[in-house]
Nanobody
Framework: QVQLVESGGGLVQAGGSLRLSCAAS???????MNWYRQAPGKDRELVAG???????NYVDSVKGRFTISRDNAKNTITLQMNSLKPEDTAVYYC?????????WGQGTQVTVSS
């Protein structure tokens, strides 16, 4: 069982930046790691992912603005979010996957004001 703890959420004006972090309780080097988000009344969506070998993928709406990275030595992943828009407002969740197993953090709120 891996415990994931997110941090770094908050309130920011449109055009601003936030950096989310996710700390894992144990080694994550074998896992694909992801950031999801869920806005009120909407389904949870995959925002960005990074594979065990460092391959990244992003939902189209954040390409060029968000960057996901991982530090296996520190068991952490980050999501650098730039040029934030009001539509980025959501609870952001850290997720780890390994074959059929997956783990979730508790989520961190990101609110972007216009």
């Amino acid at each position: 069982q891996v415990q994931l703890v997110e941090s770094g959420g908050g309130l920011v004006q449109a055009g601003g930046s936030l950096r989310l972090s996710c700390a894992a309780s144990s080694s994550i080097f074998r896992y694909s790691m992801n950031w999801y988000r869920q806005a009120p009344g909407k389904d949870r969506e995959l925002v960005a992912g990074i594979s065990a070998i460092g391959t990244t993928n992003y939902v189209d709406s954040v390409k060029g603005r968000f960057t996901i990275s991982r530090d296996n030595a520190k068991n952490t992943i980050t999501l650098q979010m730039n040029s934030l828009k009001p539509e980025d407002t959501a609870v952001y969740y850290c997720n780890g996957k390994f074959f059929s197993s997956q783990w979730w953090g508790q989520g961190t709120q990101v609110t972007v004001s216009s």
